[in-house]
């Protein structure tokens, strides 16, 4: 047997999402091999990011500084906000570039079935970060999914009043695909061609 | 973009041998959303595998022990010596649970290009414990490289003697092939196929 500690740390890493017991090993080997170059510095990053992260108190992203590196960041369009269920998503439209706003993470998707009502999803405070930010467009980037979709018309039949713009990212994203999973380019689509949906006060 | 703490970590991640980008976010993500279950447990095991983990003055394993938990282990065949190429190579020998002896780690394998002689392969402290330890049999499980069958043909020459019992895993291992990368079935077999070597005293 090897020692009760390495196993215990391969045992660790092959519970991770996207590792399997192979990987494990040779992630743990390689770090053990590596102590000073690579052991000890993940150990530093971790312990730092373990003390400072936090979710934005304004949007709900997973960051280290609060408010978060993009809430915090003076050239983005406040105006513009972006709501997306999770903060893998957020991340993902990070990724593409395309985007200049700011967001709002929901935590989620409206589920009478699991009891999830607009309490549950930090839709109250959307509604506060509109009115304080003076948002002008609304864009709702919810995964393509039926919960999302039922988010979606939900959020544009209950935010809806003069002078915001409520945006849908384009149906450039495949049917029951989910954000986290798209390339970017197809990301720049969506966002490039979202419309306005058809409000009662529109 | 996503805090510079984070984006760190991903980017540490996704150089480690397995992981790629996507994964690599995964993981994080993962660990982020659970700091009290998964990330704050993870940088204990990890601080305290650095602080401990050391090469087994024995035979060279990793472990938090020394001498590691397989030389300490009184169940253990003493007078069996299984000699390796990598520490990963002893843990997949572990993995098939066929060997009850005891290993030593050269390191690699000699290599006149590379300039790697006896002298920079722990083979001096091979001899030692072969006498120390009384050893009646020792395997040879090196690769079936070029480089590790040079080696293994120098050490059956050099190690040979009277009341040793110099023997090789079996040619169940597929030209080319790497020991870490093999299934346990294959490493049974070849372990129990073991053949005695030629030697000038034999």
Not at 11 to 20: A, D, E, N, Y
Not at 83 to 110: K, M, N, P
Not at 134 to 144: I, P
Not at 170 to 185: F, I, K, M, N, R
Request: aromatic share 4%; with cysteine.
């Amino acid at each position: 047997m090897v020692g009760a500690d390495i196993e215990g740390l391969i045992k660790f890493f092959s519970k991770m999402p996207g590792l399997g017991p192979r990987s494990a090993r040779r992630f743990v080997l390689y770090l053990l091999k590596h102590k000073q170059q690579k052991l000890l510095p993940l150990i530093d990053l971790l312990a730092h990011t373990a003390e400072h992260v936090s979710e934005c108190t304004e949007c709900g992203n997973l960051d280290t500084e609060n408010p978060c590196t993009i809430c915090s960041n003076q050239r983005r369009n406040k105006a513009h906000l972006c709501v997306v269920e999770h903060v893998a998503d957020l991340w993902a439209l990070e990724r593409s570039g395309a985007f200049q706003g700011i967001y709002h993470v929901l935590g989620g998707t409206l589920s009478a079935l699991d009891g999830i009502g607009p309490d549950e999803l930090r839709i109250p405070y959307l509604k506060q970060r509109i009115q304080s930010n003076q948002t002008t467009e609304l864009t709702l980037a919810l995964n393509v999914t039926l919960e999302g979709q039922t988010t979606n018309h939900y959020l544009a039949a209950e935010l809806a009043s003069p002078g915001l713009k409520i945006t849908s990212i384009a149906h450039g994203v495949p049917l029951g695909g989910e954000l986290d999973y798209l390339d970017s380019g197809t990301l720049i689509t969506a966002l490039a061609a979202r419309r306005t949906l058809e409000t009662e006060e529109s």
